[in-house]
């Protein structure tokens, strides 16, 4: 028997926008999706995995590989095949769908990184109403690595904030930041200084804003630990994760959240 069921909000974006125009290839992370779904599913929790518009995430190709498995070729491996046949992983549904069915039958939402989810997650209307209503009900809610931006979906206007934030109007911005349902909740994310990596290699450019900003112009109380080392920070219901490498500890603060909560009792 299932010990309840677990959203895993995915991204669908594989491009993103680079400061001055253009775009650069974007993914989600393998490691970050995998590592935490598999440990919840090994506990006894039932995952759902749901994206936008219904179809598996695009992996990152930069996360396709052991190093992001702790070198290990194996874990990757087994990693790689959840993700390609695990049912958990496959039979995707839409964000939409998770909401038409009733979030009360849900115990815990997950959102792992890559920059995907600054793309769509950040903006998605519907994991907006799934963030309130466990924001609402002190149900567990974890994000990983740049998935914490996408709490900014709960904001009554996350479009205009998101578009306010490209466009470098920090006054718009900073009035369209009110009324967010984190403001004031301790939390991490992707530094900006972990972000040079990619900037330099792989988009050969620079993001138009950095998550630690977006989040503390909302009212975040945003730290972040050393580069690339884990780092996960817990306050009421809200687990974020700083990086990749806080892959293992995350999934063990969601799993201990999910276990202290009470069991649930669907309408």
Known sequence: MSKGKVVVAGSNATRIEIHGGGTGPTGQYLNETVVPAMALVEEGYEVVLATPDGTQPHIDPVSDVAQHFGGDQAAYKRGRTFFDTHPAMVNVRTLRSIVDEGLDNYAGVFVPGGQAPI?????????????????????????????????????????????????????????????????????????????????????????????????????????????????????????????????????????????????????
Not at 167 to 179: F, I, Q, T, V
Not at 249 to 263: D, E, G, W
């Open 119 to 267: 793309v769509d997650l950040m903006q998605d209307p519907d994991l907006g109403t799934i963030l309130r209503h466990f924001h609402e009900r002190g149900k567990p809610t974890a994000l990983l690595c740049h998935g914490p931006i996408a709490t900014l979906s709960a904001l009554p206007q996350a479009k205009a904030y998101r578009a306010a934030l490209i466009a470098r109007d920090l006054a718009k911005a900073s009035d369209l930041a009110k009324d967010w349902p984190y403001a004031g909740y301790r939390m991490t994310v992707y530094s900006a200084s972990e972000e040079i990596p990619i900037e330099e290699q792989v988009l050969h450019g620079k993001l138009n804003f950095y998550m630690p900003d977006a989040l503390g112009m909302a009212g975040g109380l945003v730290t972040t630990g050393p580069d690339f080392a884990p780092h996960v920070i817990e306050d009421r219901e809200l687990i974020t994760g700083q990086n990749p490498r806080s892959d293992h500890p995350i999934a063990a603060k969601l799993i201990a959240a999910l276990n202290r909560a009470p069991a649930l009792h669907p309408a």
